[in-house]
């Protein structure tokens, strides 16, 4: 299944989504944006924080300022302020502001939080980053933190510790996974627009199944945002 018609995106409608958490915002925001190229829509990808300097998979990039542009369709255009070892830096709000209200790109995907590669974060005061005109926040989680140390798995450990009322010597579970996202300084501590959780990695049917839990007891909690489980580089949902 494709990932645009997963979250629910109305092709014909512009739309501004916002990534936030860990556990492959990256990877999720050029798989989508590859799709809605393949549709024939204009599409920008930027930062409010940082993500990796992008080497391949577009069509136009620009630093600091977009003027006299007018994007094709079928289009991939990279945004962002600088590049400083090997990382784009986001431009700031009122210049992604003055971009969105031109409304050159029929999808703008913003990399909206750091979780400096790991799959699972805990968010500081400033985090996450997320403009006022986004329609959709897509929060993330890598399934692959189950079964893994807190101290060794997640950013910012002293603040998730902190949430989730755990140690950093002990290990994650499905049930600290739904703690942590239904705590309001949790996952989803700062939204805009409809809320979708993905959570991600689901490489084989145990962690298939363990997603499947954590959606199950979400709900049963009154989480009544989308949840899906899912392997984001093989497009597959469950």
């Known amino acids: 299944m494709r990932i645009y018609e997963s979250l629910g995106l109305d092709i014909y409608k512009r739309e501004i989504l916002s990534l936030i958490g860990g556990g492959g915002k990256t990877t999720t925001i050029f798989a989508l944006g ?37 994007p094709r369709e079928g289009g991939i255009t990279i945004f962002g302020d600088r590049v400083e070892k090997g990382k784009l830096k986001g431009v700031p709000l009122s210049k992604f502001k003055e971009i969105i209200n031109r409304e050159l790109f029929d999808f703008v995907l913003i990399e909206a939080d750091g979780a400096k590669g790991k799959p699972i974060k805990g968010h500081a005061p400033h985090e996450p980053v997320i ?40 290990i994650i579970d499905e049930e600290i996974i739904i703690r942590y996202i239904l705590d309001p300084e949790g996952l989803f501590k700062v939204t805009q627009g409809k809320r979708i959780l993905l959570l991600n ?29 899912t392997d984001i ?6």
């Open 34 to 70: 590859e799709e809605l190229k393949g549709l024939n829509k204009k599409v920008l990808i930027t930062t409010t924080t940082a993500i990796y300097n992008p080497e391949k998979d577009y069509d136009h990039y620009f630093l600091r300022e977009i003027e006299d542009f007018n």
């Open 201 to 229: 990695k689901a490489y084989n049917e145990k962690t298939i199944l363990k997603g499947s839990r954590i959606r199950r007891i979400l709900l049963a909690n009154g989480f009544k945002d989308t949840v899906l489980v």
């Open 131 to 170: 403009p006022k005109n986004t329609t959709k926040t897509i929060g993330i989680i890598g399934l692959d933190s189950l079964g893994k140390k807190i101290g060794d798995i997640v950013h910012r450990p002293e603040i998730f510790t902190n949430i989730t009322n755990t140690r950093y010597s002990d």
């Open 233 to 238: 580089k093989r497009k597959k949902f469950y």
